[in-house]
Protein backbone atom coordinates (compact mmCIF):
# COMPACT_ATOMS: atom_id res chain seq x y z
CA UNK A 1 0.00 0.00 0.00
CA UNK A 2 2.61 2.19 0.73
CA UNK A 3 4.24 2.01 -2.88
CA UNK A 4 0.70 2.60 -4.29
CA UNK A 5 -0.21 5.53 -1.79
CA UNK A 6 3.25 7.07 -2.88
CA UNK A 7 1.99 7.06 -6.48
CA UNK A 8 5.34 5.24 -7.72
CA UNK A 9 4.26 3.87 -11.44
CA UNK A 10 3.92 0.22 -12.27
CA UNK A 11 6.91 -2.46 -12.79
CA UNK A 12 7.46 -2.19 -16.70
CA UNK A 13 8.11 -5.48 -18.13
CA UNK A 14 8.23 -5.14 -21.87
CA UNK A 15 9.09 -2.19 -24.16
CA UNK A 16 6.32 0.12 -25.07
CA UNK A 17 6.55 -1.08 -28.84
CA UNK A 18 6.20 -4.80 -27.95
CA UNK A 19 2.90 -6.07 -28.69
CA UNK A 20 1.01 -9.48 -26.82
CA UNK A 21 -1.47 -11.15 -28.57
CA UNK A 22 -3.51 -13.90 -25.90
CA UNK A 23 -6.48 -16.30 -26.68
CA UNK A 24 -8.58 -16.46 -30.18
CA UNK A 25 -6.60 -13.88 -31.58
CA UNK A 26 -3.52 -16.23 -31.38
CA UNK A 27 -4.78 -18.84 -32.93
CA UNK A 28 -6.33 -16.22 -35.80
CA UNK A 29 -2.77 -15.29 -36.54
CA UNK A 30 -1.96 -19.82 -36.76
CA UNK A 31 -4.91 -20.20 -39.15
CA UNK A 32 -4.16 -17.01 -41.12
CA UNK A 33 -0.79 -18.55 -42.02
CA UNK A 34 -2.17 -21.92 -43.02
CA UNK A 35 -5.06 -20.39 -45.09
CA UNK A 36 -2.16 -18.18 -47.09
CA UNK A 37 0.55 -21.27 -47.83
CA UNK A 38 -2.70 -23.52 -48.64
CA UNK A 39 -4.37 -20.65 -50.95
CA UNK A 40 -0.43 -20.68 -52.36
CA UNK A 41 0.19 -24.01 -53.20
CA UNK A 42 -3.24 -25.73 -54.09
CA UNK A 43 -3.66 -24.74 -57.44
CA UNK A 44 -0.10 -26.34 -58.25
CA UNK A 45 -0.90 -30.13 -57.18
CA UNK A 46 -1.55 -32.58 -59.07
CA UNK A 47 -1.02 -33.68 -62.67
CA UNK A 48 -3.52 -30.23 -63.85
CA UNK A 49 -1.43 -28.48 -61.63
CA UNK A 50 0.00 -24.76 -62.34
CA UNK A 51 2.89 -23.11 -62.07
CA UNK A 52 3.43 -19.68 -60.19
CA UNK A 53 6.15 -17.54 -62.05
CA UNK A 54 9.02 -16.46 -59.07
CA UNK A 55 10.63 -13.10 -59.23
CA UNK A 56 12.81 -13.46 -56.78
CA UNK A 57 15.34 -10.51 -54.68
CA UNK A 58 18.28 -10.56 -57.27
CA UNK A 59 16.02 -9.74 -60.52
CA UNK A 60 16.09 -13.73 -61.26
CA UNK A 61 12.93 -15.29 -62.58
CA UNK A 62 11.64 -19.07 -61.85
CA UNK A 63 8.81 -20.71 -63.22
CA UNK A 64 7.75 -24.10 -61.21
CA UNK A 65 5.01 -25.72 -59.46
CA UNK A 66 7.57 -27.24 -57.19
CA UNK A 67 6.10 -27.04 -53.25
CA UNK A 68 10.22 -26.77 -51.93
CA UNK A 69 11.32 -24.01 -54.31
CA UNK A 70 7.99 -22.17 -54.36
CA UNK A 71 8.50 -21.86 -50.05
CA UNK A 72 12.21 -21.49 -50.42
CA UNK A 73 11.86 -18.60 -52.16
CA UNK A 74 9.14 -16.36 -49.98
CA UNK A 75 10.62 -14.39 -47.43
CA UNK A 76 8.36 -15.11 -44.48
CA UNK A 77 8.29 -13.54 -41.24
CA UNK A 78 5.65 -14.59 -39.04
CA UNK A 79 6.89 -17.16 -36.52
CA UNK A 80 3.79 -19.18 -37.96
CA UNK A 81 4.70 -19.01 -41.42
CA UNK A 82 8.37 -19.79 -40.71
CA UNK A 83 7.31 -23.40 -38.53
CA UNK A 84 5.59 -24.06 -41.95
CA UNK A 85 8.62 -23.60 -44.15
CA UNK A 86 10.56 -25.75 -41.98
CA UNK A 87 8.64 -28.18 -41.70
CA UNK A 88 8.71 -28.15 -46.20
CA UNK A 89 12.44 -28.19 -45.72
CA UNK A 90 12.00 -31.22 -43.61
CA UNK A 91 9.97 -33.11 -45.82
CA UNK A 92 12.13 -32.06 -49.06
CA UNK A 93 15.82 -33.13 -47.44
CA UNK A 94 13.89 -36.80 -45.80
CA UNK A 95 11.59 -37.59 -48.55
CA UNK A 96 12.84 -35.52 -51.95
CA UNK A 97 9.47 -34.84 -52.90
CA UNK A 98 5.69 -34.58 -51.03
CA UNK A 99 6.48 -31.01 -49.86
CA UNK A 100 3.32 -29.52 -51.23
CA UNK A 101 0.40 -32.35 -49.94
CA UNK A 102 2.64 -32.18 -46.53
CA UNK A 103 1.54 -28.30 -46.42
CA UNK A 104 -2.01 -28.86 -47.69
CA UNK A 105 -2.48 -31.58 -45.18
CA UNK A 106 -0.78 -29.32 -41.96
CA UNK A 107 -2.78 -26.13 -43.08
CA UNK A 108 -6.21 -28.19 -43.46
CA UNK A 109 -5.48 -30.00 -40.07
CA UNK A 110 -4.86 -26.42 -38.43
CA UNK A 111 -7.95 -24.77 -40.38
CA UNK A 112 -9.70 -27.92 -38.69
CA UNK A 113 -8.55 -27.37 -35.00
CA UNK A 114 -9.69 -23.75 -35.67
CA UNK A 115 -12.81 -24.66 -36.33
CA UNK A 116 -13.03 -27.47 -32.94
CA UNK A 117 -11.31 -24.38 -31.11
CA UNK A 118 -14.73 -22.15 -31.78
CA UNK A 119 -16.79 -25.11 -30.23
CA UNK A 120 -14.86 -25.07 -27.10
CA UNK A 121 -12.72 -27.77 -27.18
CA UNK A 122 -9.29 -27.53 -25.46
CA UNK A 123 -6.12 -27.62 -27.21
CA UNK A 124 -4.85 -30.95 -25.68
CA UNK A 125 -7.69 -32.74 -26.46
CA UNK A 126 -7.10 -31.77 -30.42
CA UNK A 127 -3.48 -32.91 -30.21
CA UNK A 128 -4.27 -36.18 -28.40
CA UNK A 129 -7.08 -36.82 -30.97
CA UNK A 130 -5.06 -35.96 -33.56
CA UNK A 131 -1.87 -38.22 -33.05
CA UNK A 132 -4.42 -40.64 -31.85
CA UNK A 133 -5.65 -40.30 -35.77
CA UNK A 134 -2.51 -40.37 -37.20
CA UNK A 135 -1.09 -43.59 -35.97
CA UNK A 136 -4.35 -45.35 -37.45
CA UNK A 137 -3.33 -43.77 -40.64
CA UNK A 138 0.07 -45.15 -40.29
CA UNK A 139 -1.36 -48.56 -39.68
CA UNK A 140 -3.29 -47.90 -42.76
CA UNK A 141 -0.38 -47.66 -45.00
CA UNK A 142 1.99 -49.79 -43.79
CA UNK A 143 -1.46 -52.34 -44.49
CA UNK A 144 -1.59 -51.47 -47.91
CA UNK A 145 1.67 -50.57 -48.83
CA UNK A 146 3.31 -53.16 -51.47
CA UNK A 147 6.45 -54.24 -52.93
CA UNK A 148 8.35 -52.75 -55.50
CA UNK A 149 8.79 -54.12 -59.15
CA UNK A 150 10.34 -52.80 -62.14
CA UNK A 151 7.19 -51.61 -63.67
CA UNK A 152 5.33 -49.83 -60.79
CA UNK A 153 9.33 -48.10 -60.03
CA UNK A 154 8.73 -46.52 -63.46
CA UNK A 155 5.19 -45.29 -62.26
CA UNK A 156 6.57 -43.65 -59.38
CA UNK A 157 8.82 -41.58 -61.20
CA UNK A 158 5.74 -41.05 -64.04
CA UNK A 159 3.86 -39.87 -61.23
CA UNK A 160 6.48 -37.78 -59.14
CA UNK A 161 6.97 -36.13 -63.16
CA UNK A 162 3.24 -35.37 -63.80
CA UNK A 163 2.25 -32.12 -63.64
CA UNK A 164 5.38 -30.56 -64.07
CA UNK A 165 7.85 -29.50 -67.21
CA UNK A 166 8.87 -32.85 -67.53
CA UNK A 167 5.63 -34.27 -68.06
CA UNK A 168 5.64 -34.61 -71.76
CA UNK A 169 9.12 -36.52 -72.08
CA UNK A 170 7.85 -38.97 -68.79
CA UNK A 171 8.24 -42.11 -70.60
CA UNK A 172 12.04 -41.57 -71.52
CA UNK A 173 12.73 -39.69 -68.37
CA UNK A 174 11.10 -42.28 -66.28
CA UNK A 175 13.24 -45.27 -68.01
CA UNK A 176 16.33 -42.81 -67.34
CA UNK A 177 15.24 -42.39 -63.76
CA UNK A 178 15.21 -46.42 -62.98
CA UNK A 179 18.11 -47.25 -65.06
CA UNK A 180 19.93 -44.45 -63.05
CA UNK A 181 19.14 -45.71 -59.64
CA UNK A 182 19.42 -49.55 -60.60
CA UNK A 183 22.96 -48.62 -61.63
CA UNK A 184 24.02 -46.93 -58.53
CA UNK A 185 21.98 -49.19 -55.80
CA UNK A 186 18.96 -46.55 -55.46
CA UNK A 187 21.23 -43.98 -53.97
CA UNK A 188 20.11 -40.51 -55.89
CA UNK A 189 23.00 -38.52 -53.91
CA UNK A 190 25.32 -40.39 -56.40
CA UNK A 191 23.27 -39.04 -59.89
CA UNK A 192 24.54 -35.93 -61.24
CA UNK A 193 22.83 -33.94 -64.23
CA UNK A 194 24.39 -32.17 -66.78
CA UNK A 195 22.58 -29.71 -68.76
CA UNK A 196 23.27 -30.33 -72.71
CA UNK A 197 21.53 -26.67 -73.90
CA UNK A 198 20.57 -29.02 -77.26
CA UNK A 199 17.54 -30.93 -78.53
CA UNK A 200 14.51 -31.48 -76.40
CA UNK A 201 13.88 -33.46 -73.19
CA UNK A 202 12.95 -36.33 -75.10
CA UNK A 203 16.53 -36.31 -76.48
CA UNK A 204 17.71 -36.82 -72.56
CA UNK A 205 20.23 -39.51 -71.92
CA UNK A 206 21.89 -41.69 -69.57
CA UNK A 207 25.86 -41.13 -69.16
CA UNK A 208 27.92 -44.34 -67.36
CA UNK A 209 30.27 -41.38 -66.04
CA UNK A 210 30.50 -37.64 -65.86
CA UNK A 211 30.61 -34.71 -67.69
CA UNK A 212 32.62 -31.68 -66.09
CA UNK A 213 33.09 -28.26 -67.26
CA UNK A 214 36.38 -27.17 -67.01
CA UNK A 215 39.04 -25.27 -69.45
CA UNK A 216 41.16 -27.38 -71.53
CA UNK A 217 45.04 -26.67 -70.79
CA UNK A 218 46.21 -27.18 -74.06
CA UNK A 219 44.74 -27.54 -77.62
CA UNK A 220 47.26 -29.70 -78.68
CA UNK A 221 46.04 -32.06 -76.10
CA UNK A 222 43.87 -35.15 -77.16
CA UNK A 223 40.61 -34.59 -77.50
CA UNK A 224 39.72 -38.39 -77.90
CA UNK A 225 41.41 -41.45 -75.58
CA UNK A 226 39.66 -44.30 -76.01
CA UNK A 227 40.31 -46.56 -72.74
CA UNK A 228 41.04 -44.05 -70.76
CA UNK A 229 42.75 -44.94 -67.71
CA UNK A 230 42.34 -42.73 -65.12
CA UNK A 231 44.43 -41.32 -62.42
CA UNK A 232 42.88 -38.61 -59.99
CA UNK A 233 44.49 -36.63 -57.92
CA UNK A 234 44.78 -34.45 -54.91
CA UNK A 235 46.69 -31.91 -55.15
CA UNK A 236 49.42 -30.52 -57.93
CA UNK A 237 50.77 -32.41 -60.63
CA UNK A 238 53.89 -30.46 -60.51
CA UNK A 239 57.24 -31.04 -58.82
CA UNK A 240 57.40 -31.28 -54.75
CA UNK A 241 57.33 -27.33 -53.58
CA UNK A 242 60.11 -27.01 -50.53
CA UNK A 243 58.60 -25.57 -47.12
CA UNK A 244 61.47 -24.06 -46.30
CA UNK A 245 63.05 -20.84 -48.17
CA UNK A 246 65.70 -21.11 -49.50
CA UNK A 247 68.81 -19.21 -51.29
CA UNK A 248 71.02 -20.94 -53.70
CA UNK A 249 74.30 -18.62 -54.54
CA UNK A 250 75.48 -18.26 -58.17
CA UNK A 251 79.18 -18.00 -59.00
CA UNK A 252 79.28 -19.02 -62.19
CA UNK A 253 76.96 -19.51 -65.17
CA UNK A 254 77.61 -23.56 -65.14
CA UNK A 255 75.70 -23.70 -61.55
CA UNK A 256 73.25 -22.13 -62.58
CA UNK A 257 73.19 -24.44 -65.65
CA UNK A 258 73.37 -27.51 -63.33
CA UNK A 259 70.57 -26.30 -61.21
CA UNK A 260 68.10 -25.84 -64.61
CA UNK A 261 68.80 -29.31 -65.53
CA UNK A 262 68.72 -31.04 -62.38
CA UNK A 263 64.73 -29.58 -61.72
CA UNK A 264 64.55 -30.86 -65.57
CA UNK A 265 65.42 -34.14 -64.27
CA UNK A 266 62.90 -34.21 -61.10
CA UNK A 267 60.07 -33.52 -64.06
CA UNK A 268 61.82 -36.05 -65.85
CA UNK A 269 61.60 -38.72 -63.50
CA UNK A 270 58.40 -37.76 -62.08
CA UNK A 271 57.01 -37.90 -65.49
CA UNK A 272 58.22 -41.05 -65.88
CA UNK A 273 56.59 -42.46 -62.75
CA UNK A 274 53.41 -41.38 -63.70
CA UNK A 275 53.30 -42.55 -67.21
CA UNK A 276 54.55 -45.39 -65.84
CA UNK A 277 51.13 -46.40 -63.87
CA UNK A 278 49.87 -47.02 -66.87
CA UNK A 279 47.22 -44.05 -66.67
CA UNK A 280 46.60 -41.74 -69.86
CA UNK A 281 44.06 -39.45 -67.96
CA UNK A 282 45.54 -37.57 -64.84
CA UNK A 283 42.87 -35.29 -63.09
CA UNK A 284 43.52 -33.58 -60.32
CA UNK A 285 42.46 -31.05 -57.41
CA UNK A 286 45.65 -28.39 -58.02
CA UNK A 287 47.19 -27.06 -60.96
CA UNK A 288 49.41 -28.31 -63.61
CA UNK A 289 53.27 -28.05 -64.31
CA UNK A 290 53.90 -26.91 -67.25
CA UNK A 291 56.89 -28.91 -67.91
CA UNK A 292 55.34 -31.49 -66.52
CA UNK A 293 51.86 -30.67 -68.89
CA UNK A 294 54.21 -30.89 -72.05
CA UNK A 295 55.76 -34.17 -71.23
CA UNK A 296 52.57 -35.74 -70.49
CA UNK A 297 51.06 -34.36 -73.75
CA UNK A 298 54.43 -35.88 -76.24
CA UNK A 299 53.24 -39.36 -74.40
CA UNK A 300 49.47 -38.76 -75.32
CA UNK A 301 48.18 -38.42 -72.36
CA UNK A 302 44.96 -35.92 -71.31
CA UNK A 303 45.49 -33.53 -68.38
CA UNK A 304 43.34 -31.37 -66.86
CA UNK A 305 43.59 -29.70 -63.21
CA UNK A 306 41.57 -27.05 -60.88
CA UNK A 307 38.91 -30.08 -59.83
CA UNK A 308 36.86 -29.06 -56.97
CA UNK A 309 36.68 -31.60 -54.01
CA UNK A 310 33.04 -33.34 -55.52
CA UNK A 311 34.07 -33.55 -58.83
CA UNK A 312 37.65 -35.43 -58.40
CA UNK A 313 35.29 -37.70 -56.03
CA UNK A 314 32.67 -38.16 -58.79
CA UNK A 315 35.66 -38.93 -61.51
CA UNK A 316 36.81 -41.36 -58.94
CA UNK A 317 33.76 -43.16 -58.00
CA UNK A 318 32.60 -43.38 -61.88
CA UNK A 319 36.16 -44.37 -62.85
CA UNK A 320 37.04 -46.46 -59.85
CA UNK A 321 40.09 -44.79 -59.17
CA UNK A 322 41.76 -44.47 -56.04
CA UNK A 323 42.40 -40.65 -55.32
CA UNK A 324 46.22 -40.29 -54.93
CA UNK A 325 47.58 -37.51 -52.05
CA UNK A 326 51.16 -38.10 -53.24
CA UNK A 327 52.55 -38.28 -57.11
CA UNK A 328 54.99 -40.44 -56.14
CA UNK A 329 53.00 -43.56 -54.47
CA UNK A 330 51.29 -43.51 -57.91
CA UNK A 331 50.81 -47.14 -59.02
CA UNK A 332 48.78 -49.92 -61.55
CA UNK A 333 46.36 -50.77 -58.73
CA UNK A 334 45.30 -46.40 -58.54
CA UNK A 335 44.33 -46.24 -61.88
CA UNK A 336 40.21 -46.12 -62.59
CA UNK A 337 38.58 -46.98 -65.97
CA UNK A 338 36.61 -45.38 -68.27
CA UNK A 339 35.07 -46.54 -71.86
CA UNK A 340 36.31 -43.05 -73.79
CA UNK A 341 37.48 -39.48 -72.86
CA UNK A 342 36.23 -36.72 -74.94
CA UNK A 343 36.92 -33.45 -74.17
CA UNK A 344 34.83 -30.68 -76.31
CA UNK A 345 36.37 -27.42 -76.97
CA UNK A 346 34.52 -24.29 -76.71
CA UNK A 347 34.77 -20.14 -77.98
CA UNK A 348 37.13 -19.05 -75.25
CA UNK A 349 35.60 -16.26 -73.21
CA UNK A 350 35.19 -15.95 -69.50
CA UNK A 351 31.78 -17.47 -69.19
CA UNK A 352 31.75 -20.48 -71.77
CA UNK A 353 34.12 -23.73 -70.24
CA UNK A 354 35.33 -26.39 -72.17
CA UNK A 355 33.40 -30.10 -71.00
CA UNK A 356 35.15 -33.00 -70.47
CA UNK A 357 33.23 -36.22 -70.43
CA UNK A 358 34.14 -39.83 -69.01
CA UNK A 359 31.83 -42.22 -70.66
CA UNK A 360 30.79 -45.60 -70.72
CA UNK A 361 32.46 -46.57 -67.27
CA UNK A 362 32.85 -50.48 -67.25
CA UNK A 363 31.34 -50.33 -63.53
CA UNK A 364 30.33 -46.29 -62.57
CA UNK A 365 29.52 -45.65 -58.57
CA UNK A 366 28.34 -42.08 -60.20
CA UNK A 367 26.34 -41.75 -62.94
CA UNK A 368 25.20 -38.54 -65.24
CA UNK A 369 21.59 -37.75 -66.21
CA UNK A 370 22.10 -35.60 -69.48
CA UNK A 371 19.42 -33.14 -69.82
CA UNK A 372 18.10 -31.92 -73.18
CA UNK A 373 16.17 -28.45 -73.77
CA UNK A 374 17.04 -25.29 -75.33
CA UNK A 375 15.08 -23.05 -73.11
CA UNK A 376 16.99 -22.23 -69.96
CA UNK A 377 13.76 -22.19 -67.40
CA UNK A 378 12.07 -24.90 -69.38
CA UNK A 379 15.34 -27.33 -68.92
CA UNK A 380 15.53 -26.02 -65.18
CA UNK A 381 12.15 -26.75 -64.38
CA UNK A 382 12.76 -30.21 -65.98
CA UNK A 383 16.12 -30.34 -63.54
CA UNK A 384 14.15 -29.91 -60.31
CA UNK A 385 11.38 -32.18 -61.83
CA UNK A 386 13.93 -35.36 -62.54
CA UNK A 387 15.83 -34.68 -58.87
CA UNK A 388 12.62 -34.74 -57.00
CA UNK A 389 11.48 -38.12 -59.36
CA UNK A 390 15.07 -39.26 -58.54
CA UNK A 391 14.92 -38.91 -54.78
CA UNK A 392 11.08 -40.08 -54.63
CA UNK A 393 11.98 -43.27 -56.58
CA UNK A 394 15.53 -43.99 -55.35
CA UNK A 395 13.01 -44.03 -51.76
CA UNK A 396 10.66 -46.76 -52.77
CA UNK A 397 13.82 -48.65 -53.79
CA UNK A 398 15.68 -48.68 -51.05
CA UNK A 399 12.64 -48.90 -48.82
CA UNK A 400 10.55 -51.62 -51.32
CA UNK A 401 7.02 -50.24 -50.02
CA UNK A 402 4.99 -48.63 -52.54
CA UNK A 403 1.28 -47.28 -51.81
CA UNK A 404 -1.41 -45.77 -54.54
CA UNK A 405 -1.69 -42.35 -55.50
CA UNK A 406 -3.70 -39.64 -56.49
CA UNK A 407 -5.73 -39.40 -53.35
CA UNK A 408 -6.51 -43.04 -52.49
CA UNK A 409 -4.97 -43.71 -49.81
CA UNK A 410 -5.96 -40.78 -48.05
CA UNK A 411 -9.51 -41.55 -48.53
CA UNK A 412 -8.72 -45.43 -47.51
CA UNK A 413 -7.27 -43.78 -44.40
CA UNK A 414 -9.63 -40.93 -43.39
CA UNK A 415 -12.16 -43.82 -43.88
CA UNK A 416 -10.04 -46.05 -40.90
CA UNK A 417 -9.92 -42.87 -38.53
CA UNK A 418 -13.80 -41.75 -39.27
CA UNK A 419 -14.43 -46.09 -38.15
CA UNK A 420 -12.11 -46.07 -35.26
CA UNK A 421 -13.41 -42.63 -34.39
CA UNK A 422 -17.05 -44.64 -34.07
CA UNK A 423 -15.40 -46.41 -31.12
CA UNK A 424 -14.54 -43.55 -29.11
CA UNK A 425 -16.26 -41.98 -26.26
CA UNK A 426 -14.40 -38.68 -25.52
CA UNK A 427 -14.23 -35.68 -27.04
CA UNK A 428 -10.93 -36.49 -29.10
CA UNK A 429 -13.34 -38.27 -31.26
CA UNK A 430 -13.97 -34.97 -32.53
CA UNK A 431 -10.85 -34.42 -33.62
CA UNK A 432 -9.67 -37.76 -35.08
CA UNK A 433 -13.07 -37.01 -37.50
CA UNK A 434 -11.28 -33.67 -38.38
CA UNK A 435 -8.29 -34.93 -39.05
CA UNK A 436 -9.90 -37.50 -41.29
CA UNK A 437 -11.50 -34.53 -43.28
CA UNK A 438 -8.23 -32.86 -43.45
CA UNK A 439 -7.20 -36.04 -45.17
CA UNK A 440 -9.96 -35.41 -47.65
CA UNK A 441 -8.04 -32.04 -48.97
CA UNK A 442 -5.64 -34.26 -51.24
CA UNK A 443 -8.77 -35.64 -53.54
CA UNK A 444 -10.85 -32.53 -53.17
CA UNK A 445 -7.48 -30.94 -54.27
CA UNK A 446 -7.08 -33.09 -57.37
CA UNK A 447 -10.52 -32.25 -57.93
CA UNK A 448 -10.55 -28.63 -58.34
CA UNK A 449 -7.65 -28.47 -60.42
CA UNK A 450 -9.41 -31.05 -62.92
CA UNK A 451 -12.09 -28.32 -62.92
CA UNK A 452 -14.77 -30.61 -61.96
CA UNK A 453 -17.14 -30.68 -58.75
CA UNK A 454 -15.00 -31.41 -55.65
CA UNK A 455 -18.04 -32.51 -53.50
CA UNK A 456 -19.39 -34.75 -55.87
CA UNK A 457 -16.28 -36.08 -56.57
CA UNK A 458 -15.37 -36.83 -53.08
CA UNK A 459 -18.82 -38.65 -52.26
CA UNK A 460 -18.03 -40.79 -55.16
CA UNK A 461 -14.73 -41.64 -53.89
CA UNK A 462 -16.14 -42.29 -50.64
CA UNK A 463 -18.69 -44.81 -51.91
CA UNK A 464 -15.94 -46.84 -53.49
CA UNK A 465 -13.73 -47.19 -51.02
CA UNK A 466 -16.50 -48.37 -49.08
CA UNK A 467 -17.31 -50.69 -51.22
CA UNK A 468 -13.95 -52.16 -51.39
CA UNK A 469 -12.42 -50.42 -54.40
CA UNK A 470 -9.37 -49.24 -52.60
CA UNK A 471 -7.35 -48.55 -55.43
CA UNK A 472 -9.98 -45.49 -56.57
CA UNK A 473 -8.82 -42.60 -57.01
CA UNK A 474 -9.11 -39.05 -59.00
CA UNK A 475 -7.54 -39.41 -62.08
CA UNK A 476 -6.69 -36.62 -64.29
CA UNK A 477 -9.27 -36.47 -66.12
CA UNK A 478 -11.06 -36.07 -62.35
CA UNK A 479 -13.03 -39.10 -62.33
CA UNK A 480 -13.20 -41.72 -59.75
CA UNK A 481 -11.27 -44.83 -60.69
CA UNK A 482 -7.70 -45.95 -60.93
CA UNK A 483 -5.61 -43.80 -61.31
CA UNK A 484 -1.80 -45.90 -61.94
CA UNK A 485 -0.36 -43.47 -59.93
CA UNK A 486 2.22 -45.13 -57.34
CA UNK A 487 4.42 -43.44 -54.60
CA UNK A 488 6.62 -44.29 -51.69
CA UNK A 489 5.22 -45.15 -48.47
CA UNK A 490 7.71 -43.52 -46.17
CA UNK A 491 6.97 -40.21 -48.24
CA UNK A 492 3.54 -40.05 -46.99
CA UNK A 493 3.65 -41.45 -43.58
CA UNK A 494 7.13 -38.76 -43.01
CA UNK A 495 4.09 -36.10 -44.52
CA UNK A 496 1.84 -37.07 -42.08
CA UNK A 497 4.26 -37.41 -38.97
CA UNK A 498 5.38 -34.03 -39.86
CA UNK A 499 2.20 -32.22 -40.35
CA UNK A 500 0.93 -33.62 -37.11
CA UNK A 501 3.60 -32.77 -35.01
CA UNK A 502 3.52 -29.27 -36.90
CA UNK A 503 -0.03 -28.63 -36.48
CA UNK A 504 0.65 -29.90 -32.47
CA UNK A 505 3.46 -27.44 -31.65
CA UNK A 506 0.98 -24.77 -32.69
CA UNK A 507 -2.02 -25.33 -30.99
CA UNK A 508 0.38 -25.64 -27.54
CA UNK A 509 1.08 -21.71 -27.98
CA UNK A 510 -1.17 -19.32 -26.43
CA UNK A 511 0.26 -16.02 -26.38
CA UNK A 512 2.43 -14.49 -29.15
CA UNK A 513 4.80 -11.88 -27.82
CA UNK A 514 6.45 -9.28 -30.61
CA UNK A 515 9.27 -6.97 -29.87
CA UNK A 516 8.43 -5.65 -33.22
CA UNK A 517 4.59 -4.33 -32.39
CA UNK A 518 3.40 -6.05 -35.57
Avoid: W
Amino acid sequence: MGDEAAGKPPVVILREETSVTSGTAVQEKLIAAARVFADLLSPTYGPRGLDKMLYKTDGTTAVTNDGAKIVAELMVKHPAAKMFVAMAESQENSCGDGVTGTLLISAELLLEAGRLLQKSLHPLTIIDGYNQANQIAQETIAHQAVACTPKTLQEVAITSLTGKGAEGAASVLSEMIVEALETVDGDADFITMHKTNTGSLSDSKLLNGIVVRRRVLLDSLPSIIEDAKVATINGDIAPRKQIRTAEIEIEEAAQLDAFLAAEETTRDTLAETLLASGANTFLCSGSVDKGLLHRLMRAGCFVAGEFDDSELRNASLATGSRVIEHLADISAEDIGRAGRLVSERRAATDQVEDLIRLESCPSPKVVTCEVGGANDLAAEEAIRAIHDALRSTGLAMQTNRLITGGGAIHMSCALAIREAAERQAGRNRLAMEAFARALEIIPTTLALNTGVDALDRILELRAAHRNGSSESGITAEGKVGPTGAKEAAVSLESALNSATETCASMLRIDQVVSARGD
